[in-house]
């Protein structure tokens, strides 16, 4: 893998914004070779922020890894197939190629890139070669560097790895990088085992050094604690996943609160709200070429443009939904604003198919939209999963789930009950709740459950590319590693198919 010696720099480095993200407010960036930029405070904030600014980007979580999670499921699908140039459908039909520059070679290589950029700035703190005596803001920013690092290596790993419980990682996951090193190395594959534990390493060393304060744009410690919830879960260490969700729910203080059901249909697009744990900052500036965010909100988008307007709700989906028909989250779905949307499968044409998550800052604009890594919604949600896995706690994790519902629906008897509170009662929420946010793939693939494509919406391709039903075993669900990757490094061994 060629290593990469440049970070991109933003104009200045805001370094004491604890509630502010202005500095991906700004356009102008430069190339500087690392071994000789980061010297001072100001330059190691600058690189941090460039590093922000690079995993809000095109191939990363500006795209890809924002949608991925979802169209490998069953609640969101293709509109149109590949031959009509639709981005989405690889994924979606499961038959992604190794060749494939858009959805396998850019985001293999702007994830690495991200982590050689961290490991750069990670280096430069350690060895001292920072001018500064404000050891407290280093740690702070080798620890925010520690979780994007560890963050990226979880991402990659989900992708180009299969699941964690199947075998309890020990299929073979993607390279392990925590160094500079030089254009020559060609590191090889480690377990999914491996990737995990220095996921968690990363995710937990950073913990002592992160703010407990709101700090919008940046990871502080309530962030990195519901990362590693996640990360846990998808592991099955459920005591841990247990114990991190409930430290985020019970000691952050009031600077993250659930979603009111009044508050709900008025959230979506706005700027850091309350249940925002992690979220980065998108203009039309920003983050790249001025061009927004324009991978992820965009595949939603409630429009029929060439490129865009990938992905709608599945009729599993809405079914689902309609199972309450006082649930709030009906305010998300939207019929097409285009009359007779031919675009659209054609028993879908007239039905409430267009996911509103993502409408941008002033509701127009999806380009415009931030990306909510996550939300306090999840950690209760993965709180309430760990907790009834473990087997302990169960009436407090029960809680955490009704804690959701109640905020959801005014149908009381959605609410669970020592009976009705079971594994599929939990799926089902978080397929409602974390619809088009990336997770819902995980969550079948972590309980070892296969994921069914039901409904008469989804297309032909799926039959053709044997993708109606995907069991948690598929060689498929691995993608391949980038066949330019294969060819440059002879330690890197291909995923079977």
Sequence with gaps: MKRIHIYLLTAMALLNSSCSADWLDLNTTSSVETGQAIVTLDDAQIALNGIYRLASGHSYYGDNYWYYGDCRAADVQARITKGDGKRVSPYYEYNVLASDNLNIVLPWNTVYKVIRQTNNLIQKIESGSIQSSDTKELNRIKSEALVMRGLSLFNLTRLFGMPYTNDKG?????????????????????????????????????????????????????????????????????????????DVIKNNGGRYQLYSYEEYPNVWGQDFQSESLFELYITLSEPSGGTGGEGAPMVYANEATVDWNNLILSEDFLNLLNEDPKDVRHCLTKESVIENNTGLPAAA??????????????????????????????????????????????????????????????????????????????????????????????????NGLAIERKGSWHLETLKASNAQKIEATDLRIALPIPQSEIDANPNIQQNPR
Aim: some cysteine.
């Design 170 to 246: 020990a299929s073979l996951g993607v390279p392990i990088e925590t160094s500079p090193s030089d254009p020559t190395h060609k590191p090889s594959r480690s377990t999914v085992a491996q990737c995990y534990e220095q996921v968690v390493s990363d995710m937990s060393n950073a913990l002592s050094g992160l703010r407990q304060e709101t700090s919008n744009g940046y990871i502080n410690y309530w962030a990195a604690q519901a990362l590693l919830s996640r990360v846990y879960l998808n592991m099955g260490e459920y005591q841990k996943a247990y114990d991190a969700a409930t």
């Design 349 to 446: 044409m007239h039905e409430k198919v267009y996911l509103a998550k993502f409408p941008g800052k002033t509701g127009d604009d999806p380009k415009t939209n931030n990306i909510c890594i996550i939300r306090l919604s999840e950690v209760y949600l993965n709180a309430a999963e760990a907790g009834l896995k473990k087997g302990t706690d169960i009436e407090e994790a029960q809680g955490y789930l009704n804690d959701i519902i109640s905020r959801r629906t005014t149908d009381t008897s959605q609410q669970v009950s020592t009976e009705t509170f079971t594994l599929d009662r939990i799926l089902k929420e978080r397929r409602k709740e974390l619809v088009g946010e990336g997770e819902v793939f995980y969550d079948y693939l972590r």
